[in-house]
């Protein structure tokens, strides 16, 4: 009985800390998706009740005022690039290094690991000098190029984890088959390699379409704005305009494509991280 006293007093001592925080986590996010649907006067006469009317005016106004429309649609396009980019340079990256027993494939692969502790705001200067020699500043593509780069150290590092497990017999029976190395890679590697690529281009996409600061340094014209930089002007723009409702809307707008993607593969996450931290 005093076993079971404790335990039940060990696992409330546990789970309240855990449920209070998940209140503090999620109820700004409930108070945000409130606030989307309600009107300007109603924000500031019951800022945290529910509206009386659901309205969608707040969205209509940031898709057709703000041209939220158009940093969607540079957000997803930097997302999906950066995120195929990344795959396209790091699986066969990955591959080289923990198959190819070339001279130097350690080395290699340490100068990736360690690329992961340098923080990314010291390249940023050479960065900007580059795309504008390059003439890649105020340019979408020249900022997915920047993304799958700042990501390839963490990809790499994941896929390796993964590839190192796969029996090389696969590798020479295939061979032996006559398939090429390019084959080999492509045909069977990455196969089963998939779980890593599904995990890894997840996360990769998740930062690409959060990420606001190489955003805000590369990108100068609005019209090229990604949704963390419009979301940002119009955050500017409310403290004159008191277009409170809009900016709950525009952050709405660009946070339920990550829940919905995060929820759907939630399990799939979890799963991969886990295989790869076991496999590596």
Not at 32 to 49: C, D, H, Q, T, V
Not at 145 to 154: E, G, N, R, W
Request: hydrophobic share 55%; aromatic share 16%.
């Amino acid at each position: 009985m005093k076993r079971s006293v404790g335990q039940i007093l060990g696992r409330t001592g546990i789970r309240i800390p855990l449920i209070l925080w998940t209140i503090a986590v999620l109820y700004p996010i409930f108070w945000m998706f409130l606030g989307a649907f309600k009107s300007n006067a109603e924000i500031y006469r019951n800022p945290w009740g529910f509206p009386e009317s659901f309205s969608w005016q707040n969205f209509i106004g940031a898709w057709n005022n703000y041209n939220i429309d158009t940093s969607v649609f540079n957000s997803l396009f930097v997302t999906v690039l950066g995120a195929v980019i990344t795959l396209v340079l790091a699986i066969p990256t990955a591959y080289a290094i923990e198959r190819l027993n070339f001279r130097g494939s350690r080395f290699l692969f340490t100068l990736y690991v360690s690329a992961m502790m340098i923080p990314m705001v010291l390249g940023w200067i050479p960065l900007f000098f580059l795309l504008m020699k390059l003439n890649l500043l105020d340019n979408i593509i020249g900022l997915s190029i920047v993304y799958a780069v700042s990501q390839l150290p963490f990809t790499i590092f994941v896929l390796t984890s993964f590839m190192s497990t796969i029996p090389k017999s696969l590798e020479e029976s295939a061979a032996m088959d006559g398939l090429s190395p390019y084959g080999v890679l492509w045909k069977i590697i990455t196969p089963l390699s998939m779980s890593g690529i599904i995990t890894v281009t997840i996360m990769n996409a998740i930062q690409f379409w959060n990420e606001y600061f190489m955003a805000l340094i590369f990108l100068q014209t609005q019209e090229n704005y990604t949704l963390a930089l419009a979301i940002d002007f119009i955050s500017s723009e409310a403290q004159y305009t008191n277009a409170w409702g809009t900016l709950f809307a525009s952050l709405v707008i660009a946070i339920t494509p990550v829940i919905i993607l995060y929820a759907i593969f939630q399990q799939r996450i979890a799963k991969g991280m886990t295989e790869g931290a076991i496999k590596g």
